[in-house]
């Protein structure tokens, strides 16, 4: 991999450039900085060479025709801002959302591997990780412990051998998130070995806490969980804290919960700030159209933190927690020259971005792009199979039911199944999951997606597998034949036509375009989803979530429909017939 710290010869250079032998490529003068350890605004210079903040202080370097000088004068700047937990998967791809990211001032991530851990041999895996270090743009990284699912052939893939290779990475920094921690609390030894691995290495572990008793997070605590993203209310924010844990506080799609929980912190007059963190935790992209930790620091500034604390909560506190400070969070000798120039404290989104030393954003305007990163390595979503009659049998006596966008419970079917169209006076529809190699189907209905959707075919699910919806068997049939026609993507269809599609190329999870017009196509998409009758919040968060195994209460999984709760297979999934 790139080694992120500097060869002998580039540090003998920064030497000289302290002892004003050489001349540093880049010096901010007059600038007003936050510094993290003192937590005060300090009045200096920053010099940078290359990538590196070689000094910030009172002094000047030595100045030639190769140094360029800007004069910060009556702006503010404040470290890149370091997204601590991210799923850089959600219809986007990694590299398009740090481009997007860095112009409102997020210049690091904190990274799930689970996509590219499932789709990949690590050695490819690892080619990815590699070039996307190179850019601009800071990438960290966690790895996964479990699918999320019940996954055909798991144990083949979660070995030691490749959850090893991860963890030897020094750019994987935590393993996690524990999805699957009631397993590990039922005896997996496994999973814990890969825990102990981690800590060995001084790696931070993420819980998946959502709901957890005191006494859950006790038991979780004692089994090396070091933090959790799943606070709902303040007092669970303050159960995290009594037992020790790193609290991030969430603001989602489908939880955007930090506006109340630092509003409730702030009332209570609880001085914890130093603790806390800030995530988008894996937002759709139309839900970052208003930033990403730039907005979180907007809304900790509305809900009355103060200021210094608010930037630190996602700069110099995410650092701190991670072990990251000699290199991130904080303007100070040493450190990676990622800045964000502000011009005024009560605007997080920055008029200037500098991101290992390069000039990401500059007067508000965008400077650079982070280069494209070849996806090829990913394998194209080849559906290279044809659907029959047979695979459209939905004789299940019960099906699976929406409460909200993401948790489902199971149902008994009343409706009459043995016909081409389901009525759409009820909430009923069909309900696929194929998988994506043609091996094996799972059918049933699923009760409050849409009471008006004729056909809908998505390959962007958990595993990348195949997720058909509707009231027509036909236009289901013609939604997926787009999806296989594209390599990927969400389609509706109506009337044997194509209404809306959103194809994702990459791995036929992923789209290439991007994020503004990515949003476009998700405003869309979703606008004609409530047009025939998705009431829920957010539709892309229900197709991901529909295999998701560490929500409740029934899922539709590699394996058939399983009880999360009891876990157990309710319904094995069929067999297909190859032709």
């Known amino acids: 991999m790139v080694n992120p710290l500097w060869r002998n010869t580039e540090i003998r250079k920064q ?8 001349s540093p490529s880049l010096v901010l003068t007059n600038a007003t900085y936050l510094h993290g350890i003192f937590k005060k605004w300090m009045n200096g210079n920053i010099w940078i060479y290359g990538d590196r903040i070689i000094y910030a202080g009172q002094d000047m370097p030595k100045i030639d025709d190769s140094t360029e000088v800007v004069d910060v004068s009556g702006k503010w700047v404040v470290p890149g801002y370091i997204e601590p937990h991210v799923h850089p998967y959600q219809l986007y791809n990694p590299q398009q959302f740090a481009d997007y990211a860095a112009q409102g001032g997020t210049t690091g991530f904190i990274s799930d591997n689970l996509p590219l851990f499932l789709a990949l041999e690590n050695e490819k895996a690892f080619t990815l990780l590699d070039r996307m270090a190179e ?5 960290y990284w966690w790895t996964r412990f479990d699918s999320q699912t019940e996954l055909v052939g798991e144990d083949q893939k979660f070995t030691s051998k490749a959850v090893g290779e991860w963890l030897e990475r020094p750019d994987v920094i935590l393993g996690g998130e524990l999805t699957g921690w009631p397993k590990l609390l039922a005896g997996d030894d496994q999973m814990l070995y890969w825990i102990q691995k981690a800590k060995i290495s001084l790696k931070k572990i993420e819980g998946h806490f959502p709901g957890a008793s005191e006494k859950t997070l006790a038991r979780m605590k004692l089994l090396g969980a070091d933090g959790d993203h799943e606070a709902m209310t303040v007092d669970e924010v303050e159960t995290r804290l009594l037992h020790g844990y790193g609290v991030t ?112 954003k500059r007067d508000g305007q965008k400077m650079r792009s982070l280069d494209d990163v070849d996806w090829s390595v990913l394998p194209e979503l080849d559906l290279d199979f044809e659907l029959n009659d047979d695979d459209f049998q939905f004789s299940m006596p019960f099906g699976v039911e929406m409460v909200n966008d993401v948790i489902t419970k199971p149902y008994s079917v009343s409706v009459d199944t043995n016909v081409e169209r389901l009525s759409k006076e ?42 058909l919806i509707g009231k027509s068997r036909k236009d289901m049939w013609k939604a997926f034949e787009r999806v296989k026609l594209l390599k990927g993507g969400i389609v509706l269809t109506e009337g044997g036509e194509t209404i809306c599609e959103l194809p994702l190329p990459i791995g036929g999870i992923m789209s290439e375009l991007p994020m503004e017009s ?27 979530f529909l295999m998701a195994t560490h929500l409740p209460y029934v899922r539709i999984t590699q394996k058939g429909i399983y009880d999360v709760m009891n876990k157990t297979i309710l319904f094995p999934a069929f067999m297909r017939e190859q032709g």
């Open 135 to 139: 850019l601009p743009f800071t990438f």
């Open 249 to 360: 506080l969430r603001h989602s799609s489908i939880r955007p919960d930090l506006p109340e929980l630092l509003s409730g912190i702030v009332e209570r007059e609880l001085n914890v700030f130093d603790k806390l963190m800030m995530t988008t935790d894996g937002s759709t992209p139309v839900f970052h159209k208003d930033g990403v930790m730039d907005l979180c620091i907007q809304i900790a500034l509305d809900a009355g933190v103060p200021a210094i604390d608010a930037y630190m909560m996602a700069s110099y506190n995410v650092a701190r927690y991670y072990n990251l400070t000699s290199l991130h969070g904080l303007i100070a000798t040493g450190r990676y020259a990622n800045l964000n120039i502000l011009d005024s404290i009560d605007n997080p989104v920055p008029s200037g971005v500098i991101s290992k030393g390069v000039w990401l």
């Open 518 to 544: 990515l949003m476009e196509q998700e405003t869309e998409l979703k606008s004609a989803l409530k047009e025939r009758g998705y009431e829920h919040g957010d539709a892309v968060y229900t197709l991901l």
């Open 15 to 22: 030497l000289k450039i302290v002892s004003k032998e050489l």
């Open 426 to 467: 009820h909430g009923e529809s069909f309900l696929m999951l194929i998988d994506k190699n043609g091996k094996w189907r799972v059918n049933t209905l699923i009760k409050g997606f849409a009471t008006e959707v004729d056909g809908f075919a998505s390959s962007y699910t958990n595993t990348g597998d195949i997720v």
